[in-house]
């Protein structure tokens, strides 16, 4: 029983004596005594202005190599999760013995050192969940996020920060217990400065961050830091970074542009391989790679820009002008295959046999504006999408709005109607010569709303399509074989009647043996195709070989002669050719038979009354 009795006295002596033995020091990490020394010294009464910014350039530059040395080692460091945990817990431990103790400035001493590692768990969660968020996709998305993590550390330091302890700190007693108490008190202080700090210089460093992440990520941030770390890109940087540049993006502008130019000579050698290689294309391979030669040149010029703005912009995108470009790509890429589908499409009209006729140039050119006008149509909707629209809402907006828009655009549609009406009944063709409600000229194009025909005296009109349908339509140029000539001759009434027939009958010979003048013996090649329209074959393709001369009417002046025939050649100069030869020879005839042209006359007769 005695024994009992000295067991239980020497507890009861270690209970009351573990409280002045149970105590945990301060344990920081050399990164947070090295931030308290600077708090420490810029609290210093006796500072001067001087010795202030000396300590602050000292302050920038240990951050600066510390966030290089994290993001070295950003893996090793995201794994240490709350670091004070076992100090927290342990103290915990021991605040409780010391309250049952009563021991007053013990609980404070460490429940001022158990909040100055929860402030610091908290600063140690933020400065991970930063580095992890340095992954975004853009700049502005990680300052988003970096803006929320600094409103939820304040709001996690401000319940931190719910006691003021200045009572203690005015308290005049030599208790050690006390004095440890006070010097974990100015150090929480300290470190609730330190965090503000740490704030401050995430804030100026976030876009080195975030570059040094990217290059973390691709593996270069070693030698980007020890170029940076040398004399010379030292003093570079120093009038660079006025301009946002710093050597290190210099050499990465420089190394991407000569990456980019090596990669486009490579895929443009492809692209020309692969066109070659396409049998439907290789006809058009030439041409092909002379047309988008100059936009694929223009868009590695583009991507080169962007990609110097990206580096520019801390290898971060932003999305205006990743938008810009965007949309600046598309309307390259759809100038691209609107240039390849008219260099395809204006060879197949050249390839077209202009005698068969069996596909029109005109249906091809209307069906090359068609598609154009598809090709158009597509690029804008892919436009309006990077830039922003809501597809959805434009087409579901077609759909209400196409009866408004029909109605609008009638005038339009009746247009396009009677271009496919004009196509499809063949009554011309461009370079046709045609007459058409009172306008005469050449067919320079059948478009999709209007044909352009230019007048003999060099003058364009534009007549609706929709009216050209509906209008009747001379055509000189829808004949094969056949001009005609017609004239007639007039001659004196004193001629003789032997005279006048010798005269038709010799201009009849000489137009028969005419080399150029159709006759029933002129051969014509008629095309293979057989029409399946009971009509003449003649009128149906323009053959006119009619040879008439004939003595025709007694006039008030002279006996006429008609002469009606008709040249082999239906162009214009050949046929003028024709008949001023014909016109000579007829004149030879007349003076060979003693016939005179006859002019308008009036004989008067003065009749003698007597």
Known sequence: MQKESSIKKLFLVLIFFIPFFLQAKSDFSPFIKQQLEFVYAMDDSNITREKIIAISKKQEQFYSDTLDYFLKNKSEFLDKYRVYDKEIFALEKIILVNKRQGNKYAVTRDEVLVKSYKLLNAQNAMV???????????????????????????????KINKVNYTDILNIDDDSKILFQAKKNIKDFYALMEVNSDTLKYLTIFEKKMYRLNKYANYNLINPVIYINNTAFAKSINTILNAYGLNVVKLIFMFVVFIIVYIIRKF???????????????????????????????????????????????????????????????????????????????????????????????????????????????????????????????????????????????????????????????????????????????????????????????????????????????????????????????????????????NAIKEIREMLTSHPKIATDNTKYEYSSRKSIKLVSKDDEIGIKKTLLVYLDEFSDSSINILVYCFTQSTNWAEWLEVKEDVMYKIMEIFERNNLEFAFPSMSIYNEDKN
Do not use: C
């Open 128 to 158: 991970r969940d930063i580095l992890r968020a340095l992954n975004k996709d853009s700049f502005v998305k990680f300052q988003v996020y970096m803006k929320d993590m600094y409103s939820k550390n304040k709001a996690i330091n401000s």
């Open 267 to 501: 895929l443009y050698d492809i692209f020309e391989a692969y066109i070659v290689d396409i049998k439907s294309l290789k006809k058009y391979s030439k041409d092909i790679l002379n047309s988008v030669r100059k936009p694929i040149d223009l868009i590695i010029i583009l991507i080169n820009i962007e990609f110097v703005l990206y580096i520019y912009q801390n290898f971060s995108s932003v999305e205006v002008i990743s938008r810009f470009f965007k949309i600046i790509y598309v309307i390259f890429i759809t100038f691209i295959i609107y240039k390849v589908v008219n260099v395809i499409s204006s060879i197949k009209i050249s390839d077209i046999d202009i005698a068969d006729k069996k596909i029109k140039s005109e249906v091809i050119n209307v069906g090359i504006k068609i598609l154009n006008f598809i090709i158009m149509i597509l690029g804008l909707l892919v436009v309006l999408h990077f830039g922003g629209a809501n597809l959805t809402a434009v087409l579901s907006g077609l759909g209400i709005g196409g009866f408004a828009v029909a109605l609008a655009a009638k005038d339009s549609l009746a247009n396009f109607f009677g271009t496919l009406s004009i196509l499809f009944s063949d009554v011309f063709s461009q370079g046709d010569w045609i007459v058409v409600d009172g306008q005469e000229g050449t067919v320079v194009e059948i478009g999709l709303r209007v044909t352009t025909l230019r007048t003999f005296d060099n003058a364009i009109i534009a007549i609706p399509n929709a009216t050209l349908a509906n209008q009747d339509v001379k055509n000189w140029n829808k004949r094969s074989l056949g001009r005609r000539i017609k004239m007639r001759l007039g001659i004196k009434y004193n001629s003789k009647y032997s005279d006048i027939q």
